[in-house]
């Protein structure tokens, strides 16, 4: 199977406190037309690089709570010490306490899986992505969550509902391209997404680029 990367916190705030919560679930979306300027010409089958609009969810920073911060870093270092029961514990009181905090319910998610706890991590990201429904990383990690319990429609939505705040999220168009292609065997739309992908990703993505020269010699 395709590998699949997930994604990091939703505020800066959030971010900083629990960047090695997240560290591996990185993503790198960068991209949108520049309007007004003559582009390079491209190659054929070459696909132009884009400038991305700005993250609608990182651009609204949210406020948190100095207390919330400091659950936060236990939970961090806790996750560090792969000691996710405790980090659960920490998470849990964030949420119950300032629900309003998108990310911090994203990160409980996480934990969570690492708990093997899917129904408990898909609760939490649904309370994320209520909480904030710009919270592009909770729409993409549940719909990875759902496309591993096989509810590939869902799964689909999840990621749409990522792209409709955020049409520049190229993670969010990889995992959907990566949905059509493998699950719904619908090649032509894998394609689109894994172009837009590309267009959008800051550094070449050798793999990327080999999925989209397989479908297009497919098609």
């Not at 949108?32 to 969810?57: C, F, H, K, L, M």
């Not at 996710?84 to 629900?99: I, N, S, Y």
Request: with cysteine; proline share 5%; charged share 20%.
């Amino acid at each position: 199977m395709r590998p699949i990367n997930q994604n990091q916190l939703s505020s800066y705030a959030l971010a900083t406190i629990a960047a090695l919560l997240l560290s591996a679930c990185a993503g790198n979306p960068t991209g949108s037309d520049t309007s007004g300027i003559d582009a390079e010409p491209v190659a054929e089958g070459e696909i132009p690089q884009r400038v991305a609009t700005p993250n609608p969810y990182l651009a609204e920073a949210a406020s948190v709570p100095g207390a919330a911060q400091q659950a936060l870093a236990n939970a961090r270092g806790y996750f560090e010490q792969q000691q996710f029961g405790a980090a659960e514990t920490e998470l849990q009181q964030v949420v119950t306490q300032w629900p309003q905090l998108s990310g911090a319910w994203l990160n409980l998610a996480k934990v969570q899986l690492k708990l093997e706890q899917p129904e408990q991590a898909e609760a939490s990201l649904r309370q994320a992505v209520t909480a904030n429904p710009k919270n592009v990383f909770a729409w993409n990690s549940l719909g990875v969550l759902l496309r591993d319990l096989g509810r590939f429609d869902e799964a689909q939505q999840a990621y749409e509902n990522a792209l409709q705040q955020w049409p520049d999220f190229a993670m969010g168009h990889r995992n959907l391209g990566i949905l059509f292609d493998l699950y719904l065997h619908q090649p032509e739309r894998a394609l689109h997404h894994y172009r837009e992908a590309r267009a959008l990703e800051a550094e070449a993505d050798r793999v990327l680029a080999g999925w989209i020269m397989d479908l297009e010699r497919r098609l």
